[in-house]
């Protein structure tokens, strides 16, 4: 367990702007993790389909 020399500020639990998310999840989206994520869409469906008719679970 770690200590903090100074403990951080109590956390509000009010929502923030609905713009403050709108530029949040822009910034999001332009972000090269969301990038790489969606050009690994096609592999998952690719995968998905290919794994349909096989019974995992015994």
Known sequence: MTILPNPPQ???LEMKSETHY???AE???KSPQ???MISL???LE???NECKD???IQ
């Open 10 to 12: 109590k956390i509000s």
């Open 22 to 24: 709108k530029k949040a």
């Open 46 to 48: 690719n995968m998905l």
């Open 34 to 36: 969301y990038i790489n």
């Open 27 to 29: 910034g999001y989206r």
């Open 41 to 43: 869409y096609p592999i």
């Open 54 to 56: 096989e019974n995992l």
